[in-house]
């Protein structure tokens, strides 16, 4: 599903313009974005959690040439799914 299509069943579902569920779309990535962004974390009950997590500097393989390298440290959004969402998605 792309974005669009997203905003359009949820401007269809809450009775709203297209206009408006786009910005309410928006803001909503944009607030998740933003409080990732800080350290933060979102808890939706029953749905899930979005946080962020350290990833440790590691060693890797070059595919192409076998060649090792030194993969940094970096910081990565995660998504922990919630006991509603995986009885739905299980009941499907």
């Known amino acids: 599903m792309t974005k669009s ?3 359009d ?10 206009g408006d569920a786009g910005s309410a779309v928006d803001a909503v990535l944009a607030t998740v ?3 990732l962004v800080r350290g933060g974390e979102i808890n939706f009950t029953g749905f899930g959690k979005f946080s962020v997590a350290d990833r440790s500097a ?7 040439t ?6 940094a440290a ?3 959004p995660r998504f922990s799914a919630g ?5 739905a ?3 499907a």
């Open 66 to 71: 076998g060649e090792r390298i030194q993969i």
């Open 9 to 18: 069943q949820i401007a269809e579902k809450a009775g709203l313009s297209k």
């Open 33 to 35: 974005e933003q409080t």
């Open 5 to 7: 299509e997203f905003v």
């Open 83 to 87: 006991s509603a969402l995986k009885k």
């Open 89 to 91: 998605i299980k009941g």
């Open 58 to 64: 590691r060693q890797g393989v070059n595919p192409q």
């Open 74 to 76: 970096s910081r990565v």
